[in-house]
């Protein structure tokens, strides 16, 4: 498969235990939030997006939380599975709101 | 399927010689972006689209060029390669820029 990164920091978790992914982001002009799941051989999947007039939000097994005040972001997977091992992206609008840019990713390994 | 489709996923090529990397999205979607993804520095915008024949820089556009004579495709091109230029490279579209994006596959491009 595809290398998406040599060096990234990784959180490994034991299956069935719920994983807490952290991103900070640079730009307090975002309005838009998103997660991207990368598995090996993949191009980025949407997992969830948030927009900065909420501070959470819910989706199938994972929950997105917002805090403003600190610029962070925060992505939590419930009842890891060994399929939610890959490579995970934070990204934010910027302040023209004409793109996405991403943050350096973390990749989350599914210990059986 | 909705989805974006690059070609080819690999090649292999020598300094100097132009390329030409297709993606095509069937989604009717107005954006499309090229990125670059690379081990430690993560995915970096090179080029975008705003629509047809609207095209602008991204955060590292030296060395590449793009055309958008269409609204479905978005051909990247490499005049004249060059070994800095071997990475990963994903084509995205949206239904609007900084917002949710559709990845697709990823080419490996490697310039010797």
């Known amino acids: 498969g595809e290398s998406v990164g040599l060096h990234l920091p990784t959180l490994s978790v034991q299956e069935g235990d719920n994983s807490i992914i952290n991103c900070a982001y640079s730009n307090s002009a975002s309005d838009y939030f998103i997660w991207y799941k990368q598995e090996s051989g993949k191009g980025p999947q949407f997992i969830i997006d948030i927009r900065s007039n909420m501070d959470k939000r819910q989706g199938q097994r994972v929950t997105v939380l917002l805090n403003k005040t600190v610029k962070h972001l925060s992505l939590q997977i419930a009842a890891t599975q060994p399929g939610d091992s890959a490579v995970y992206f934070c990204?934010?609008?910027?302040?023209?709101?004409?793109?996405?840019?991403f943050g350096g990713g973390t990749r989350v390994l599914v210990k059986p | 399927e909705a989805q974006v489709t690059q070609n080819p996923r690999y090649l292999i090529t020598v300094t100097g010689k132009k390329l030409t990397v297709t993606c095509s999205q069937n989604?009717?979607?107005?954006?499309m972006s090229w990125y670059r993804q690379d081990p430690g520095l993560g995915l970096r915008q090179i080029y975008y689209s705003m629509n047809v024949e609207v095209t602008d820089k991204g955060d590292v556009p030296e060395g590449y060029k793009v055309s958008r004579k269409e609204k479905r495709n978005f051909p990247l091109i490499l005049e004249s390669p060059s070994p800095n230029q071997t990475s990963l490279y994903f084509c995205a579209s949206s239904s609007q820029g900084g917002y949710g994006y559709t990845f697709g596959s990823g080419t490996r491009l490697t310039v010797v």
């Open positions: 989604m009717n979607h107005e954006y």
């Open positions: 990204a934010e609008n910027g302040a023209a709101g004409n793109k996405l840019t």
